[in-house]
């Protein structure tokens, strides 16, 4: 080998060497307290319920015309401390800016799997109990629902059984057509053996982080890893580079029947697509008239849920429903945790909110 090339192949492995043992120093604790106050105001068995403290705890909302009380879901997939990992790009603080009373369903971690849970339990059952739980706290008669990934899908069904609960519905990321040409999840999904899955109590969260990164691997194992030594000078790029990766690998265990069940349903039968969803006796068609405004959000270059099958739900209304939709330019996470500009999905529920909501966007 060349003395030339052979030094510059050290020192680049000497700068590499320095540059681990450095942010080695830097990691933050994995137990940072969340940037906003939040209250438990009712916890079962298989759920929190909180309710965040505004930004401005001088905020009168009794004249605040357009005041809005919201409750977030989540998916079942990853932690749902997404939406508040950070106070200066936070999904939960860009809607605390707005005024409005905010509240999110939090899953609890599946257990053993002694308990038999369905999707119905989900979709119906915990959603209607937050419901009626902030209702019972704050006296309003109807809920701004927004439903986050696999949480949208929840809230979707929700409020299709229960329009006369809902005042509104915001979806962020959410898969409407499992069926599109780039969704490379649904492509291996169709293979899996949902008996075996059903079978088994729970699939762990570790399990999981590896499907998930075998769906990009170069990008989800190397190449991000290669740009914080790049950016090994940048204190707010490492900091929040280790906050992601503390969140992204403490996934929770979820019930092995509650997802084979949800693939049946949406990966191999399609069934917003196909008119009809059969969930525990309940069957529901997105086409049915619909009393409430709907908001759609998603990311122009998400791979997990590509923009198309969000999309999709724009063809399955009745075209009388209110109903507005808008991309943003990131990815599937980056719809929590990134800002262009004024501009966030946040923000933009929060002033879709805060107007009267005959108006698109």
């Not at 994995?30 to 939040?38: I, Q, T």
């Not at 915990?126 to 949480?151: H, M, P, R, W, Y």
Request: a negative charge; one cysteine or more; charged letters at 25%.
């Amino acid at each position: 080998m060349d003395d030339d090339i052979l030094k510059k192949f050290l020192d680049e492995c000497r700068d590499i060497a320095d540059g681990l043992s450095d942010l080695g120093s830097k990691t933050p604790s994995s137990s940072r307290e969340p940037p906003f106050n939040r209250n438990l105001v009712c916890e079962q068995e298989d759920y929190y319920l909180y309710r965040y403290q505004s930004i401005n705890e001088k905020v009168d909302r009794s004249k605040q015309k357009y005041f809005k009380t919201i409750l977030i879901v989540y998916s079942l997939i990853n932690r749902a401390t997404i939406v508040d990992l950070e106070r200066n790009k936070s999904f939960v603080g860009d809607l605390l800016e707005s005024g409005h009373d905010i509240y999110l369903l939090d899953w609890k971690e599946f257990g053993s799997g002694a308990k038999k849970l369905s999707l119905a339990d989900y979709s119906f059952r915990f959603i209607d109990e937050c419901v009626q739980a902030i209702k019972a706290l704050t006296n309003f008669s109807n809920i701004n629902l927004v439903g986050l990934c696999q949480g949208g899908v929840f809230s979707l069904l929700y409020a299709l059984k229960h329009k006369s609960e809902i005042n509104s519905l915001a979806l962020i990321s959410t898969p409407i057509d499992f069926k599109t040409e780039r969704d490379t999840m649904s492509k291996i999904l169709n293979h899996l053996d949902l008996n075996l899955l059903k079978s088994i109590p729970y699939i762990s969260g570790s399990m999981l982080n590896s499907f998930f990164n075998m769906l990009a691997p170069y990008s989800n194992l190397q190449k991000k890893y290669l740009t914080l030594l790049e950016r090994q000078k940048d204190p707010e790029f490492v900091e929040r580079f280790y906050l992601m990766e503390n969140w992204r690998w403490d996934s929770p265990n979820v019930s092995g029947s509650v997802l084979a069940e949800f693939i049946d349903v949406f990966y191999i039968k399609n069934s917003f697509i196909d008119g009809i969803v059969k969930v525990n006796g309940n069957e529901l068609k997105i086409g049915s008239k619909l009393n409430f405004p709907i908001l759609n959000l998603y990311g122009l270059r998400d791979r997990l849920v590509p923009p198309e099958s969000s999309q999709a739900l724009s063809r399955l209304l009745d075209g009388e429903i209110n109903y507005s939709e808008l991309g943003f330019d990131c990815g599937h996470i980056g719809m929590y945790v990134s800002r262009k500009g004024e501009k966030s999905p946040g923000r933009t529920i929060g002033s879709w909110l805060g107007q009267d909501i005959s108006d698109k966007i």
